[in-house]
């Protein structure tokens, strides 16, 4: 052991001294060997952008008719795309660096003094030629030039120095720390306060660092021996091998080495495109480094002539060693991969021309010994045939051979082109873009498509001249890419709209970057925009679920194209961030009420939005007004649209029809974003329910004029056929094989001079769209001669509603007794016991039927408004509530408007039962029943003008019988009236 920490016998203060040195040798080594295994793709880093995407449902189909419609909402996505952000801030880095640099240049200085003279002439030649190299007159100290600066900081330097090695010989290396300290000071002082050049510590470090550099490249060649050296070391100092093979072992391993470093030289040098063992030049440079802590121990002998203190060595070595690696840990961490390259190349080169010529400086010098088994550790560096010196000279011919069959060019111009990335980034963080432009070309110039240079370049025109800068992305793909690189290549070409040269972007970065989940969800995104959504499923089945933004868009993407989930799939719903819920929100994930105030942000409003169309919200939890007070709250109008879109549409799902109508009327007026798919909605609405002429005018409007089947269909359900006649005359060449069938007997029956009766289906189309022309007994007769027993029952129905509607009871009863004896599925008697009930509901057989109702059926939340109105038809005591919703949500059930109305009359409220009843006509004027009740409800609170005004209105809307029978009860409630008025005492 005490071989092998050799430093244990020194003096205490070197023993100290190379135990702190080891420590950061070993902080650097752990470095260079931590970011080569993350790459630079951790180092650059990603950003996340969130996009919210829209995908329409069929949220509701009804039928009119022979008609289907369905109303449509959207529900929201987030999709999370990865952007790679800038090149990382290496300031902290320069400015480590720089400190190792200074210290290095204390010890060294300090070590130097203790040479003898020649030698230590010839090490302050080598001090001054690194401070040429590092620039240093760059600081422009008290504004000189740079060889002035360059002068007084190296005399500064060198007289304590010489004081030291000439006149003060005997002093300790604590002393000559302490000189060589305070003159550096000294020059930190006068550089920190009379330097012109803004941060001139950071300055210093970027514009000179051709000086470490030069020294990496010198420390690499004077470690490449080492591991052929560790083989020569461990073969003859092994006893366990017998004499006579040693020779023997010692070449196996030694050549099977360099037959690998061959093959790595090949394959740098594009000679060959395989390697059968791949390793990192780094990580050969570690393992080289970390052997010369006892190769320059070994070596100390050879510099006896320059000092006989062994310390010194290993200590200087340690210096050169970790500057070296603080070197590479900068270029590492700026992801400066020109200078790297250089490097990676040196070490290929230099281990293998290097590790060939000490095989045969051990060769020729020790072969007799080690085939005798001696051990030859202590005799390495002392050779009797092939001089040291001399296999260093052969190994560095090998060394520049192999660089001028690559050609000199190639580190000369790539080393110059990470000189001014440097640079570039030194202007950067100072905000100099223009000069950092400048100087990234210039290194791109210099380092062919190097990527630092040029994927500083994309992010520094991405805003304002993306094309240049997808330019620069695809050039720095060409020679080192990373996903970031490829991905904001493609994310420019989106924006441009070059949707297939993005995909192809990321199908080029997937080939090259095999197993890279960012790039894969990335790729999934996009064939999801170019829909393909098979491949989109391919590569996040790819890029796995344990990646967050993954398994986000997953959810995102099924739902958007309605796949179902496996077995397996319940893992996608767990641990989910705010993006994941807002998507499974889409799934019906959120079972409750999202606690929110307001929808501002993006994640609450998707949430929301999903929550409204998947999970049913209903009126009579409360739930509707809770979400309606956070749309109200929130203060973004595009969001506050988009929910109160959805919220009117859950509004209506849930039975509020009031609510629902109110709420797009509002967005038809208030947003043009919105205005025009709220009026369809809303067309679509009044047409389910009954309000032909209010759909009618919403769908004349959206159309400009035009036909459409909304406007054809609300034309005939309104008894105006003549008006759609256009339509069905184009209808019948249309390439939709149901609606031109449907038109070709819509026009033989309707518009025929004679109808054509000749089948089931066109005696239903005859006798429901001419119940305004024929009278009920000629629909009887035709029901009665359908034969299809569907077709049958459901005109019957249908009829039968039509005539509830106008108050022609005696029809309605017709129509449902037709059907009698016929066999009805459960939906069919289900709407037959409640128009039965509500046309006869004071018969026997209704109460009956209600009885029957509650064992048979069950009612939806939605149906709150139907259950109260058949509970109150049954007897049933009710609260308040239940006919207050009654007389208000829903204007287009006449019978709950009217029993909530009358409620309220008799319980001593009689405005506010005339109040219902104003609001309900406004929203249904269509409703003769409904007139007619507002009518004499105004003349019984006194409100006769208003009476007056509405008997006008609708003596022009309905039938002059209509009118007459309204008159007749008018009139008499007129005398009723003025009778009371008459009868009253006077005081």
Same mark, same amino acid.
């Given at each position: 052991?005490?071989?092998?920490?050799?430093?244990?016998?020194?003096?205490?203060?070197?023993?100290?001294?190379?135990?702190?040195?080891?420590?950061?040798?070993?902080?650097?080594?752990?470095?260079?060997?931590?970011?080569?295994?993350?790459?630079?793709?951790?180092?650059?880093?990603?950003?996340?952008?969130?996009?919210?995407?829209?995908?329409?449902?069929?949220?509701?189909?009804?039928?009119?008719?022979?008609?289907?419609?369905?109303?449509?909402?959207?529900?929201?996505?987030?999709?999370?795309?990865?952007?790679?952000?800038?090149?990382?801030?290496?300031?902290f880095a320069s400015q480590v660096l720089l400190a190792l640099i200074v210290a290095g240049i204390l010890l060294y200085l300090s070590l130097v003094t203790m040479f003898k003279r020649v030698w230590y002439l010839v090490a302050m030649g080598g001090m001054l030629l690194f401070l040429v190299l590092f620039d240093i007159g760059v600081v422009k100290l008290f504004g000189w030039s740079d060889t002035k600066v360059l002068i007084l900081i190296f005399i500064v330097l060198l007289t304590p120095s010489y004081y030291l090695h000439a006149f003060s010989t005997n002093s300790g290396i604590i002393k000559r720390l302490w000189v060589m300290a305070a003159a550096l000071v000294f020059v930190g002082v006068a550089i920190y306060y009379f330097a012109e050049t803004e941060l001139p510590f950071?300055?210093?470090?970027?514009?000179?660092?051709?000086?470490?550099?030069?020294?990496?490249?010198?420390?690499?060649?004077?470690?490449?021996?080492?591991?052929?050296?560790?083989?020569?070391?461990?073969?003859?100092?092994?006893?366990?091998?017998?004499?006579?093979?040693?020779?023997?072992?010692?070449?196996?391993?030694?050549?099977?080495?360099?037959?690998?470093?061959?093959?790595?030289?090949?394959?740098?040098?594009?000679?060959?495109?395989?390697?059968?063992?791949?390793?990192?030049?780094?990580?050969?440079?570690?393992?080289?480094?970390?052997?010369?802590?006892?190769?320059?121990?070994?070596?100390?002998?050879?510099?006896?002539?320059?000092?006989?203190?062994?310390?010194?060595?290993?200590?200087?070595?340690?210096?050169?060693?970790?500057?070296?690696?603080?070197?590479?840990?900068?270029?590492?961490?700026?992801?400066?991969?020109?200078?790297?390259?250089?490097?990676?190349?040196?070490?290929?080169?230099?281990?293998?021309?290097?590790?060939?010529?000490?095989?045969?400086?051990?060769?020729?010098?020790?072969?007799?010994?080690?085939?005798?088994?001696?051990?030859?550790?202590?005799?390495?560096?002392?050779?009797?045939?092939?001089?040291?010196?001399?296999?260093?000279?052969?190994?560095?011919?090998?060394?520049?051979?192999?660089?001028?069959?690559?050609?000199?060019?190639?580190?000369?111009?790539?080393?110059?082109?990470?000189?001014?990335?440097?640079?570039?980034?030194?202007?950067?963080?100072?905000?100099?873009?223009?000069?950092?432009?400048?100087?990234?070309?210039?290194?791109?110039?210099?380092?062919?498509?190097?990527?630092?240079?040029?994927?500083?370049?994309?992010?520094?025109?991405?805003?304002?001249?993306?094309?240049?800068?997808?330019?620069?992305?695809?050039?720095?793909?060409?020679?080192?890419?990373?996903?970031?690189?490829?991905?904001?290549?493609?994310?420019?070409?989106?924006?441009?709209?070059?949707?297939?040269?993005?995909?192809?972007?990321?199908?080029?970065?997937?080939?090259?970057?095999?197993?890279?989940?960012?790039?894969?969800?990335?790729?999934?995104?996009?064939?999801?925009?170019?829909?393909?959504?098979?491949?989109?499923?391919?590569?996040?089945?790819?890029?796995?679920?344990?990646?967050?933004?993954?398994?986000?868009?997953?959810?995102?993407?099924?739902?958007?194209?309605?796949?179902?989930?496996?077995?397996?799939?319940?893992?996608?719903?767990?641990?989910?961030?705010?993006?994941?819920?807002?998507?499974?929100?889409?799934?019906?994930?959120?079972?409750?009420?999202?606690?929110?105030?307001?929808?501002?942000?993006?994640?609450?409003?998707?949430?929301?939005?999903?929550?409204?169309?998947?999970?049913?919200?209903?009126?009579?939890?409360?739930?509707?007004n809770t979400a309606k007070a956070t749309i109200d709250s929130t203060s973004d109008e595009d969001y506050q649209h988009q929910l109160l879109y959805s919220w009117s549409m859950a509004s209506y799902n849930a039975g509020n029809m009031a609510a629902a109508i109110e709420g797009l009327e509002n967005l038809v007026f208030n947003s043009s974003q919105w205005s025009g798919r709220s009026k369809m909605e809303l067309g679509k609405m009044y047409l389910e329910l009954g309000s032909y002429e209010q759909a009618a005018d919403i769908f004349l409007d959206l159309n400009n004029g035009q036909n459409s089947l909304e406007l054809a269909v609300s034309y005939l359900e309104n008894g105006n056929p003549e008006k759609a006649f256009t339509f069905w005359q184009e209808a019948v060449n249309y390439?939709?094989?149901?609606?031109?069938?449907?038109?070709?007997?819509?026009?033989?029956?309707?518009?025929?001079?004679?109808?054509?009766?000749?089948?089931?289906?066109?005696?239903?189309?005859? +006798?429901?769209?001419?119940? !305004? &022309? /024929? =009278?009920?007994?000629?629909?009887?007769?035709?029901?009665?001669?359908? *034969? #299809?027993?569907?077709?049958?029952?459901?005109?019957?129905?249908?009829?039968?509603?039509?005539?509830?509607?106008?108050?022609?009871?005696?029809?309605?009863?017709?129509?449902?007794?037709?059907?009698?004896?016929?066999?009805?599925?459960?939906?069919?008697?289900?709407?037959?016991?409640?128009?039965?009930?509500?046309?006869?509901?004071?018969?026997?057989?209704?109460?009956?039927?209600?009885?029957?109702?509650?064992?048979?059926?069950?009612?939806?939340?939605?149906?709150?408004?139907?259950?109260?109105?058949?509970?109150?038809?049954?007897?049933?005591?009710?609260?308040?509530?239940?006919?207050?919703?009654? +007389?208000?949500?829903?204007? !287009? &059930? /006449? =019978?709950?408007?009217?029993?909530?109305?009358?409620?309220?009359?008799? *319980? #001593?409220?009689?405005?506010?039962?005339?109040?219902?009843?104003?609001?309900?006509?406004?929203?249904?004027?269509?409703?003769?029943?409904?007139?007619?009740?507002?009518?004499?409800?105004?003349?019984?609170?006194?409100?006769?003008?208003?009476?007056?005004?509405?008997?006008?209105?609708?003596?022009?809307?309905?039938?002059?019988?209509?009118?007459?029978?309204?008159?007749?009860?008018?009139?008499?409630?007129?005398?009723?009236?003025?009778?009371?008025?008459?009868?009253?005492?006077?005081?």
């Amino acid at each position: 052991m005490s071989k092998l920490i050799y430093w244990q016998s020194w003096d205490r203060p070197y023993r100290i001294l190379f135990w702190f040195l080891l420590i950061i040798f070993l902080g650097m080594a752990s470095s260079i060997l931590y970011l080569q295994i993350i790459g630079p793709e951790s180092l650059l880093g990603w950003d996340v952008i969130t996009q919210e995407s829209s995908y329409t449902i069929d949220y509701g189909i009804f039928s009119k008719g022979p008609f289907s419609f369905s109303f449509t909402a959207d529900k929201k996505v987030l999709s999370e795309m990865y952007v790679g952000t800038g090149m990382p801030n290496t300031t902290f880095a320069s400015q480590v660096l720089l400190a190792l640099i200074v210290a290095g240049i204390l010890l060294y200085l300090s070590l130097v003094t203790m040479f003898k003279r020649v030698w230590y002439l010839v090490a302050m030649g080598g001090m001054l030629l690194f401070l040429v190299l590092f620039d240093i007159g760059v600081v422009k100290l008290f504004g000189w030039s740079d060889t002035k600066v360059l002068i007084l900081i190296f005399i500064v330097l060198l007289t304590p120095s010489y004081y030291l090695h000439a006149f003060s010989t005997n002093s300790g290396i604590i002393k000559r720390l302490w000189v060589m300290a305070a003159a550096l000071v000294f020059v930190g002082v006068a550089i920190y306060y009379f330097a012109e050049t803004e941060l001139p510590f950071t300055t210093i470090i970027n514009y000179g660092i051709l000086a470490p550099h030069i020294l990496v490249i010198l420390f690499i060649l004077s470690v490449a021996h080492e591991i052929v050296a560790f083989f020569i070391n461990l073969i003859t100092g092994t006893e366990g091998i017998a004499d006579s093979t040693k020779m023997r072992h010692f070449l196996i391993i030694t050549i099977i080495y360099i037959a690998n470093i061959l093959m790595a030289y090949l394959y740098s040098a594009h000679y060959i495109d395989w390697q059968l063992i791949s390793f990192n030049p780094f990580a050969l440079l570690l393992i080289s480094a970390t052997l010369g802590i006892w190769g320059s121990y070994s070596r100390a002998s050879l510099y006896e002539g320059a000092s006989d203190r062994k310390p010194i060595w290993p200590i200087l070595y340690m210096i050169i060693a970790i500057i070296s690696m603080a070197t590479l840990v900068f270029y590492m961490l700026a992801l400066n991969d020109a200078p790297l390259r250089v490097m990676a190349d040196v070490i290929i080169y230099a281990h293998l021309a290097i590790g060939i010529a000490f095989l045969l400086y051990i060769l020729y010098n020790f072969i007799p010994l080690i085939e005798k088994g001696h051990d030859i550790r202590k005799i390495l560096y002392n050779p009797q045939n092939l001089p040291y010196l001399t296999y260093r000279l052969l190994g560095l011919l090998i060394v520049v051979g192999l660089f001028a069959v690559r050609g000199f060019d190639y580190p000369v111009w790539y080393s110059l082109g990470g000189y001014n990335n440097a640079k570039a980034d030194m202007a950067l963080a100072n905000g100099y873009i223009d000069v950092a432009d400048a100087y990234y070309s210039y290194g791109d110039s210099y380092a062919y498509h190097n990527h630092k240079s040029n994927y500083s370049l994309g992010m520094l025109n991405a805003s304002e001249k993306p094309k240049l800068a997808i330019k620069y992305f695809g050039l720095a793909m060409e020679q080192r890419p990373t996903s970031q690189t490829v991905m904001n290549k493609a994310n420019l070409e989106n924006l441009q709209r070059e949707y297939y040269n993005a995909l192809f972007t990321l199908q080029e970065g997937a080939e090259l970057l095999d197993g890279n989940d960012h790039l894969y969800n990335n790729l999934a995104l996009q064939f999801d925009k170019v829909k393909v959504a098979d491949s989109a499923s391919y590569y996040y089945e790819l890029a796995g679920t344990d990646n967050q933004q993954v398994k986000n868009n997953l959810l995102a993407h099924n739902a958007r194209h309605s796949i179902p989930f496996g077995k397996d799939s319940v893992a996608l719903f767990k641990n989910l961030d705010r993006a994941g819920k807002a998507n499974a929100s889409a799934f019906g994930y959120i079972n409750n009420m999202p606690k929110m105030t307001t929808a501002n942000h993006m994640f609450d409003m998707v949430l929301l939005n999903n929550w409204l169309l998947t999970n049913m919200p209903q009126v009579v939890d409360g739930s509707l007004n809770t979400a309606k007070a956070t749309i109200d709250s929130t203060s973004d109008e595009d969001y506050q649209h988009q929910l109160l879109y959805s919220w009117s549409m859950a509004s209506y799902n849930a039975g509020n029809m009031a609510a629902a109508i109110e709420g797009l009327e509002n967005l038809v007026f208030n947003s043009s974003q919105w205005s025009g798919r709220s009026k369809m909605e809303l067309g679509k609405m009044y047409l389910e329910l009954g309000s032909y002429e209010q759909a009618a005018d919403i769908f004349l409007d959206l159309n400009n004029g035009q036909n459409s089947l909304e406007l054809a269909v609300s034309y005939l359900e309104n008894g105006n056929p003549e008006k759609a006649f256009t339509f069905w005359q184009e209808a019948v060449n249309y390439d939709d094989e149901f609606l031109s069938a449907i038109a070709s007997d819509i026009l033989t029956t309707i518009y025929s001079e004679e109808a054509d009766l000749s089948s089931d289906q066109k005696k239903y189309i005859y +006798a429901r769209y001419s119940r !305004f &022309f /024929i =009278d009920e007994s000629e629909e009887n007769e035709i029901l009665k001669s359908i *034969d #299809n027993p569907e077709l049958r029952i459901d005109l019957a129905l249908d009829l039968a509603g039509f005539y509830h509607k106008f108050e022609n009871q005696t029809g309605a009863a017709l129509m449902l007794s037709d059907i009698e004896g016929l066999s009805l599925n459960k939906t069919q008697y289900r709407q037959y016991s409640i128009l039965y009930t509500l046309i006869h509901p004071e018969s026997e057989n209704a109460q009956k039927l209600l009885v029957e109702f509650d064992s048979l059926f069950s009612f939806d939340d939605s149906e709150y408004i139907l259950e109260s109105t058949l509970n109150h038809l049954a007897g049933m005591t009710l609260d308040s509530t239940s006919y207050l919703q009654m +007389a208000q949500d829903n204007p !287009f &059930f /006449i =019978d709950a408007i009217l029993i909530g109305a009358n409620y309220f009359a008799a *319980d #001593n409220h009689p405005f506010r039962s005339y109040s219902f009843l104003a609001s309900a006509v406004q929203k249904n004027p269509e409703s003769r029943r409904l007139m007619k009740a507002y009518i004499l409800k105004a003349l019984d609170v006194g409100l006769d003008q208003f009476a007056e005004n509405a008997m006008s209105e609708f003596r022009e809307r309905f039938s002059s019988q209509a009118y007459m029978i309204l008159k007749y009860e008018y009139d008499k409630k007129l005398e009723e009236l003025s009778f009371m008025e008459e009868s009253e005492p006077i005081d």
